[in-house]
T-cell receptor, first 112, second 113 residues
Framework: QQPVQSPQAVILREGEDAVINCSSSKALYSVHWYRQKHGEAPVFLMILLKGGEQKGHDKISASFNEKKQQSSLYLTASQLSYSGTYFCGTAALGGATNKLIFGTGTLLAVQP | DTEVTQTPKHLVMGMTNKKSLKCEQHMGHRAMYWYKQKAKKPPELMFVYSYEKLSINESVPSRFSPECPNSSLLNLHLHALQPEDSALYLC????????????FGPGTRLTVL
């Protein structure tokens, strides 16, 4: 089953903060976060592993609640360049660690 | 070189045609992926190659045939496609490690008439 993201869409002014949530029905090994701008390829932002390891962006942070099978992406002091669709990609615990199932997506628009 | 390249950028084909999509990376990644993405939807995994061997096939119809000739190249051969197969086809690559962050190519926009 596909992870569910919330909100589906959000509009921000530059400098405002946003939180994007990703919820899975399965126990997870890892959560990846990607941003995709219109007409472009998804770009890797962050990865969070079971056990607390993280790797990724220095201006965007994320959390991973293994027990709740949820992850949140925190965008602070948003910039125009943050606009795009954000996807979480989840790898199930016990499955192939590189088999990602992408979430439903969150469209973020940052306005001047 | 930190880029995944895909050719062609656009492809229009009839339902009786045979065509191929090509993907290339020179980052030393030993895992390569094909995804299908419909408009306003997330990427859907189709195939994964690990060390040039097919490791995951997400029950993709046989009209899609992947091939990994070497560690840098990935092909997707297309035959007798249906109009509903029209989509953006994305290739990605990654190391095989705990992290597996995937680097995506720009995609091939496929239209089946």
């Amino acid at each position: 089953q596909q992870p569910v993201q919330s909100p589906q869409a959000v509009i921000l002014r530059e400098g405002e903060d946003a939180v994007i949530n990703c919820s899975s029905s399965k126990a997870l090994y890892s959560v990846h976060w990607y941003r995709q701008k219109h007409g472009e390829a998804p770009v890797f932002l962050m990865i969070l592993l079971k056990g607390g390891e993280q790797k990724g962006h220095d201006k965007i942070s994320a959390s991973f609640n293994e027990k709740k099978q949820q992850s949140s992406l925190y965008l602070t002091a948003s910039q125009l360049s943050y606009s795009g669709t954000y996807f979480c990609g989840t790898a199930a615990l016990g499955g192939a660690t590189n088999k990602l199932i992408f979430g439903t997506g969150t469209l973020l628009a940052v306005q001047p | 070189d930190t880029e995944v390249t895909q050719t062609p950028k656009h492809l229009v084909m009839g339902m009786t045609n045979k065509k191929s999509l090509k993907c290339e990376q020179h980052m030393g990644h030993r895992a390569m992926y094909w995804y299908k993405q419909k408009a306003k939807k997330p990427p859907e995994l189709m195939f994964v190659y690990s060390y040039e061997k097919l490791s995951i096939n997400e029950s993709v119809p046989s009209r899609f045939s992947p091939e990994c000739p070497n560690s840098s190249l990935l092909n997707l051969h297309l035959h007798a496609l249906q109009p509903e197969d029209s989509a953006l086809y994305l290739c990605a690559s990654s190391h095989l490690s705990n992290y597996n962050e995937q680097f995506f190519g720009p995609g091939t926009r496929l239209t089946v008439l």
